[in-house]
Each structure stands twice: as structure tokens, then as C-alpha cells.
């Protein structure tokens, strides 16, 4: 079965510098889709991206596809303290129905003020 | 405007015991319903979806079930919990048609003694 699989699982910086996080899948997509979350919360969704975009923007947000490598990245520029949440990638694929979104592991970002 | 709710917001229950959680959403008609587990540090496991009243599909053969008695009320039971249940049950639900953006609920931290 497909799934997204966070790169790296644990990342710390500091204030001001840029967060990049990555994600790989194993099958064809239909789309692609960040979500945040912050301890004991709910997932918030950022950006969704389709198969056939390589490159989307929102704020302080930039995420790339790269469908020939099976992958995305996550960069959030300028990062914040308020930024310190876990990350995650999600999946749908085709075949599917459209109803079962597959969700990474996540990525854990702190960020030191 | 949409809105999903969750509760309770933490559950304490002794292995063996009943379980019911309740997802309702207000604002939207015919949603798609989704029903995850998180264990701690981990990502997402879809438990069950519904894309409409009565109709469930499960993805993990487990303790588990879930049903929708109305448009926008999701449940998930169990008649026996076993420690293994022990997690953080998030509820979803998606425009119809499938391939949309999630929106979650505030989550259950159910813990099993």
C-alpha cells in the first residue's frame, strides 16, 4: 500500500532559519497534502498539491512534487516558535475512490526562539 | 461556517469496559466521515470512513466499529476495550467525492487501565 514517510523524523532550529522537511510514497498520486499538528490537537491542513503542479505557495510556505521521484518537501521559511508542530504528508491515490487518505509518520519540528 | 465536534476530550476506561465516541459536524450536508487512531509520536491509522448514513468501510480488522446513525454523526464503539485501544481517536470528515482537504476534530485521548 502506498504511504508518505516524513524525512527527517525529528528537526530542531532556531528562529529565523528555513525548515525543510520531505516526504516519499511508494505509488501514483492524484494529489498530496501537508497538514500540521500541534501536541494533543487536531491536524490542521496547510496545502494540497496536485499530481500535476511541481510547485505551490501559501505565505510563508513553499511545497514542491516531484512525481518522477515519488516526493515532496515542505519548506516553511523565516520559521517562527509558533511553527514548533508536528508535519505530516498525506496521500491519496488512484484506485481508491478518493476516500482513503494515507498519512506519514510526521515530521516533529521545534523551533528555538 | 463548518464545525467539527469531539467528545469526551479524554476518556479513562478499564480494559473490558464499553466504549463510545461521537463525532458530529454542523455547517456542511453529506460529508465524507473519517475515524483515525494516533499512537503517541506516531502518525495516523484510518480506522473507518463513511461516505454516507448507514454505509461504513473499515481499513483494520480490529476491536473496533463504527456507525453512522445520521448525515452528520459519527460513532465508534467498542462492546470489550483492550489495552491495545490505548490512543488518540481523531474524527474528519471531507467534502463528498473524495480527493478534498480534511478537517478534524479537537480529538479523544483514551487511555485504557
Known amino acids: 500500500s502506498q504511504q508518505g514517510e516524513e524525512d527527517p523524523q525529528a528537526l530542531s532550529i532556531q528562529e529565523g532559519e528555513n525548515a525543510t522537511m520531505n516526504c516519499s510514497y511508494k505509488?501514483?498520486?492524484?494529489?498530496l497534502q501537508w497538514y500540521r499538528q500541534n501536541s494533543g490537537r487536531g491536524l490542521v491542513h496547510l496545502i494540497l498539491?496536485?499530481?500535476?503542479?511541481r510547485e505551490k505557495h501559501s505565505g510563508r510556505l513553499r511545497v514542491t512534487l516531484d512525481t518522477s521521484k515519488k516526493s515532496s518537501s515542505l519548506l516553511i521559511t523565516a520559521s517562527r516558535a509558533a511553527d514548533t508542530a508536528s508535519y505530516f504528508c498525506a496521500t491519496d491515490g488512484r484506485g481508491t475512490g478518493g476516500f482513503k487518505t494515507i498519512f506519514g509518520a510526521g515530521t516533529r519540528l521545534f523551533v528555538k526562539a | 461556517s463548518q464545525t467539527i465536534h469531539q467528545w469526551p476530550a479524554t476518556l479513562v476506561q478499564p480494559v473490558g469496559s464499553p466504549l463510545s465516541l461521537e463525532c458530529t459536524v454542523e455547517g456542511t450536508s453529506n460529508p465524507n466521515l473519517y475515524w483515525y487512531r494516533q499512537a503517541a509520536g506516531r502518525g495516523l491509522q484510518l480506522l473507518f470512513y463513511s461516505v454516507g448514513i448507514g454505509q461504513i468501510s473499515s481499513e483494520v480488522p480490529q476491536n473496533l466499529s463504527a456507525s453512522r446513525p445520521q448525515d452528520r454523526q459519527f460513532i465508534l464503539s467498542s462492546k470489550k476495550l483492550l489495552l491495545s485501544d490505548s490512543g488518540f481517536y481523531l474524527c474528519a470528515w471531507s467534502g463528498s467525492g473524495g480527493y478534498n482537504e480534511q478537517f478534524f476534530g479537537p480529538g479523544t485521548r483514551l487511555t485504557v487501565l
Open positions: 505509488t501514483s498520486i492524484n494529489n
Open positions: 498539491i496536485r499530481s500535476n503542479e
